[in-house]
Nanobody
Framework: QVQLVESGGGLVQPGGSLRLSCAAS????????MGWYRQAPGKQRELVAV???????NYADSVKGRFTISRDNGKNTVYLQMNSLKPDDTGAYFC??????????WGQGTQVTVSS
């Protein structure tokens, strides 16, 4: 059974930082490109960052220079370090795994709220 379990969300003031984690099980983690998506209320889910199996990363323009995605294949975990958070970063953050043969899995999400 495949599971992607996110953690690390919460309430933070503007300018603050959070670190999200996504622990994967039931997959050969090193074979999957991993990503973080977010969805704000009333908006579509959008890509935040992705890291490939070779640890090449890409970011949405809105988070470049503030967020960093990383992975630890030994721990089957992908991270999203979020700095200089803004109210517009508020939303549910979802972990995504894309593997061979177009296989794709999603986590349940973790809420991030940036507010004073």
């Amino acid at each position: 059974q495949v599971q992607l379990v996110e953690s690390g969300g919460g309430l933070v003031q503007p300018g603050g930082s959070l670190r999200l984690s996504c622990a994967a099980s039931g997959i050969v983690f090193s074979l999957y490109n991993m990503g973080w998506y977010r969805q704000a209320p009333g908006k579509q889910r959008e890509l935040v960052a992705v890291i490939t199996t070779r640890s090449s990363s890409n970011y949405a323009d809105s988070v470049k220079g503030r967020f960093t995605i990383s992975r630890d294949n030994g721990k089957n975990t992908v991270y999203l370090q979020m700095n200089s958070l803004k109210p517009d970063d508020t939303g549910a953050y979802f972990c995504n795994a894309k593997g061979p043969f177009a296989v794709e899995y999603w986590g349940q999400g973790t809420q991030v709220t940036v507010s004073s």
